[in-house]
């Protein structure tokens, strides 16, 4: 993570993308946890990976911030940040990592805030769980016809 400049700027070099192009997805101490917030160029605050985003790109990419929440304590951040999540915190980033995926889609097609609900439909807030009661019902499958989307739809469906 903390040399991932290197590797960001070869992926750029490579297919020959502009900074507009390119969102980098990273952890965040400043947000609560299971937020997310889109971030438009700005400086590394002390993120190592970011930094070296920085001195191989430059800072004008976009950023997809995701809350982590901070320890309370300059010197357990380092600490922090490489534990593992617990098993309430696992439920929620995989909640917050569908919504991402529902929505890849239209952050690619630079629809922002479509993006944000995508996400904001998927992910559950520690204090509003949410319960549903399903009533199960009969029903005769569904004749399925050849899959007519074009690749790049296909392929996000094997990230949801």
Not at 46 to 66: F, K
Not at 118 to 146: D, E, F, G, R
Request: proline share 4%; aromatic share 6%; charged share 20%.
């Amino acid at each position: 993570m903390n040399l991932s400049g290197q590797s960001v700027a070869a992926v750029a070099h490579f297919y020959k993308l502009t900074l507009d192009q390119i969102f980098i997805f990273h952890d965040e101490l400043d947000l609560a946890p299971n937020k997310l917030r889109i971030k438009q160029g700005g400086g590394h605050a002390g993120h190592n990976g970011l930094r070296s985003i920085h001195s191989h790109l430059g800072a004008d990419y976009s950023r997809i911030r995701l809350g982590i929440g901070h320890p309370g304590n300059k010197n357990a951040v380092s600490k922090y940040v490489l534990k593992d999540f617990s098993k309430t915190e696992q439920s929620q980033v995989s909640s917050l990592l569908q919504g991402i995926s529902d929505g890849i889609i239209h952050l690619a097609s630079d629809e922002q805030s479509q993006f944000m609900n995508a996400v904001a439909l998927k992910k559950l807030t520690p204090h509003s769980p949410k319960k549903v009661l399903v009533k199960k019902i009969k029903t005769k499958p569904l004749k399925t016809s050849p899959d007519m989307r074009s690749p790049i739809l296909r392929l996000l469906d094997k990230f949801k």
